[in-house]
């Protein structure tokens, strides 16, 4: 089955990023940079956006990547933790670790679009 199938399609993937966010607000070591964020829009259009990466049908027609990240300088450890709050949301949901793995490998080539700037 896809990648997409796996992580239970788009509602299981509106339910992985929710526990995303709850991860993000209670991580000191970022929650800054979600000060003036709006929340709403942020767990809608990263749920739209994994979901067409995975292989979905949805079409993300959210901000840019780079231009959304320009200014909020930040920092590889600021990333990998990101990547932390999403391995936590995927064992809350108990996303298969093969699916896991795919997920975290396409995420990470957002890496240069996204630190330092
Ligand atoms: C693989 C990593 C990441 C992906 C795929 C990603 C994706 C996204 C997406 C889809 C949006 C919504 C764009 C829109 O509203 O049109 C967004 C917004 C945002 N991202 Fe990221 N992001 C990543 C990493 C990070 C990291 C590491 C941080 C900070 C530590 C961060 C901070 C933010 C903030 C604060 C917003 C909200 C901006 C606003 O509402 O004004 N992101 N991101």
């Known amino acids: ?24 607000a209670k991580d000191e070591r970022v929650i800054e940079h979600f000060e003036n964020a709006d929340i709403d829009r ?18 993300y027609d959210g901000a840019n990547m780079i231009e959304v990240h320009t200014g909020m300088g930040i920092t590889r450890t600021e990333f990998n933790a990101i990547v932390e709050n999403l391995i936590s949301a995927m064992e809350q949901q108990e996303v298969p670790v093969s699916a896991q793995n795919q997920l975290l490998d ?7 679009e996204i630190v330092g700037r």
Do not use: N, W
């Open 1 to 24: 089955s896809s990648l997409y199938q796996e992580l239970g399609e788009k509602e299981g993937i509106d339910d992985l990023m929710a526990a995303f966010v709850l991860e993000i």
């Open 42 to 59: 942020f767990h809608r259009m990263i749920s739209l956006h994994v979901c067409e990466l995975v292989g979905g049908p949805c079409t």
């Open 106 to 112: 396409i995420l990470a080539d957002f890496h240069g």
